[in-house]
């Protein structure tokens, strides 16, 4: 199966390419992978507009060619579904519904509201309060602990958009050959969907792409239902902590990658 796709980069360009992997071919031309376009070195993309699914090769490259011939406007009708010919079909999918990218520096506030969102669920249901947890992630995360995240710990950040809505998140730190997973989450409503389970997936490969073998966690140990997703998932507990700070015990897991 080919995909011809549509790009709209940073400038408000937009690109139409040719591939077998959507979020592959999205995270080389961003630059996290290498074989990006030339063009997409100097007008990085934001987000995927419209996808086309074609059989073989050929009749991908057909559709690609005509795409291009239109003119901006055209292709700015194609991606809203108001425009297609014999040649050129309504896109079939519109991939930004549903797909993992990298945190814009302008989503740094949305993503704080999802991490504390998610995690609140996890304290209410083990009775963890602003005053007996203060460290606690759903609520000790701000934006300024983000860019401290991003900027001095340079963990590169991801999150997943449905219908162009941020719903999840995760960040890595890496040291050496280990990646430490850092504040998984979905939002309550988008839960037991496969969500959790698609960016558990993409963290490992984006760590091992970053050349790590290992990837680390902690968990609040008590969440017995948490530990044994990410057992089922592969991950080995390693072992517990007590910190005077938390109502609770802090477990660890890791999963050779």
């Known amino acids: 199966m080919y995909f011809v796709y549509i790009l709209r980069c940073e400038d408000d360009t937009l690109y139409t390419g040719i591939t077998t992997d959507i979020e592959r071919r999205f995270r080389e031309h ?3 992978a290498a074989n990006g376009a030339k063009y997409t070195r100097s007008h990085r993309p934001e987000r995927v507009e419209a996808v086309w699914s074609c059989p073989d090769r050929s009749s991908a490259s057909r559709l690609e060619y005509a795409i291009k011939k239109l003119r901006r406007q055209q292709k700015l009708a194609l991606i809203r579904g108001e425009y297609f010919t014999d ?3 309504q896109p079939d999918r519109f991939k930004e519904a549903n797909m993992i990218r990298d945190i814009r520096n302008d ?10 969102e998610s995690f609140r669920t996890v304290a209410d249901e083990f009775g963890f309060t602003p005053e007996n947890a203060p460290r606690f992630v759903a609520f000790a995360t701000d934006e300024a602990k983000l860019m401290v995240w991003r900027d ?9 958009f449905e219908d162009g809505k941020l719903v999840g998140y995760y960040n890595l730190l890496v040291s050496g050959n280990e990646c ?3 504040s998984l989450c979905v939002m309550p409503d988008y839960r037991h969907s496969g969500i959790g389970e698609a960016l558990l997936s993409d963290s490992l490969v984006r760590a091992g792409e970053l050349g790590c073998s290992v990837m680390k966690l902690s968990i609040v140990e008590e969440n017995v239902a948490l530990r044994k997703w990410y057992e089922k998932h592969g991950f080995i507990h390693t072992g517990t902590e007590k910190f005077d700070f938390f109502p609770f015990t802090c477990g660890y897991l890791k999963k050779e990658i």
Do not use: D, H, N, T
Request: aromatic share 8%; proline share 7%.
């Open 30 to 32: 961003s630059g996290e």
């Open 87 to 89: 040649a050129i079909p």
């Open 107 to 116: 989503e740094i506030g949305e993503c704080v509201r999802v991490i504390r």
């Open 152 to 160: 001095e710990q340079k963990r590169p950040m991801y999150g997943y």
């Open 180 to 182: 430490e997973l850092g």
